[in-house]
């Protein structure tokens, strides 16, 4: 007995010991890893010389700093609400954030940037933002950073064992294909070849994705492109959706989800996962009192018909109870639109998330 009396102490101390040095070079948490557009940017465009910016106020009204943070939203955006739900403490940061360092890299990063879109020529107007291809290349970058800082091998399991969310083709139509008429891409292409164009490119993207690790990658279609407040305002008489638009939305989305399927075959494996926010945001549009909203029609800030002309400012008009409107700005869903959506990407049925939810994916990586 007196052995074990002097030994315990000791071996305690020693393995807490051994534990406070692996804990710098052991990964336990689940990392998170954003790619895409303003509807997923936490804030890169803040330290960009670019007009897709969100760093004033009224944006972040109800973030809990009250701040501008650069996310386009009143308060949590998309990635922020996931983040909380598989047990992170923190939201990835931004990649160009300065505060992006030591332990903080270990949560993942959120690479995405306004304006972008699946085609380089998407965004153009907005001049220096971070196109898909740089986001890909700072993520191998923001590889060799961690490996500096707890092993290539321990780099590999947290790539491969993390959480990707990938949001793009919106911009691909309203700033590219639809934001001017007679748009060269509309020249080139009828917009169903356009569709099969960019499907095949977005295939390019995410078959990259794969290559530098990702082995859980949530892949969002584009919302109904032509019933957002911007959309109304320039194209709408009476408040009815624009045909055209929806037609896109249309074409694209249910091919995104097949190419998803094939990919999968192609890889072996249910790693991407088609999250069909189209039908998401169609709920609350079509029926939003049924979800809590007054209005799916008006922005709660902006100006002109349905609040939906030019950018959200301090100038802007802005309503009292954002919770009451299903879109903040003329473009983006609010706070409460972008919670109804996280809760279809963890339970919804298959017809929302294709081949299965988020809940089910936690559940079946636990059991590995």
């Given amino acids: 007995m007196a052995t074990f009396s002097i030994a315990t102490p000791f071996s305690i101390l020693l393995t807490l010991f051994l534990a406070t040095l692996l804990g710098v070079t052991k990964v336990e948490a689940r990392s998170f890893f954003v790619f895409g557009d303003s509807l997923v940017d936490s804030g890169n465009n803040n330290y960009l010389a670019t007009t897709a910016r969100a760093d004033s106020p009224p944006y972040g009204i109800d973030y809990p700093t009250r701040r501008a943070t650069g996310r386009f939203s009143n308060g949590y955006n998309i990635p922020d609400l996931i983040s909380q739900r598989i047990g992170q403490r923190e939201s990835p940061l931004p990649y160009l954030s300065p505060q992006l360092n030591g332990q903080r890299l270990l949560v993942g990063a959120n690479f995405a940037s306004a304006g972008v879109g699946i085609l380089n020529d998407t965004g153009v107007q907005f ?5 898909i291809s740089q986001q890909l290349a700072y993520f191998q970058q923001y590889q060799q950073r961690v490996g500096a800082l707890i092993g290539v091998e321990e780099t590999r399991r947290l790539v491969s064992q993390a959480l990707y969310l990938v949001t793009l083709g ?28 960019l499907i095949s490119e977005y295939q390019k993207i995410l078959l990259r994705v794969y290559e530098t690790g990702a082995r859980r990658v949530l892949v969002t279609g584009t919302g109904p492109l032509g019933c ?6 320039m194209r709408s008489r009476n408040g009815e959706c624009s045909a055209e638009l929806q037609r896109a939305a249309a074409l694209f989305n249910p091919q995104l989800t097949q190419m998803i399927q094939r990919l999968n075959s192609q890889v072996g494996s249910n790693v991407f996962i088609a999250a069909n926010t189209e039908l998401m945001n169609t709920d609350f549009i079509t029926n939003p009192q049924a979800f809590g909203f007054v209005t799916s029609k008006v922005a709660c800030c902006g100006q002109g018909p349905y609040n939906g002309l030019g950018l959200c400012t301090r100038l802007s008009n802005l309503c009292p109870n954002r919770d009451l409107y299903a879109f903040w700005d003329p473009f983006h869903p609010s706070e409460k639109a972008n919670r109804i959506i996280v809760n279809q990407i963890f339970s919804g049925s298959v017809e929302y998330m294709n081949p299965m939810n988020l809940s089910t994916i936690l559940t079946l990586d636990s059991q590995t």
């Fill in 228 to 233: 957002v407040p911007a959309e109304l305002a």
């Fill in 170 to 197: 919106g911009n691909d139509f309203v700033n590219n294909y639809y934001l001017v008429p007679f748009s060269a891409r509309s020249r080139q292409f009828a917009l169903p070849d356009y569709v099969r164009y």
């Fill in 127 to 131: 001049a220096n933002i971070i196109r």
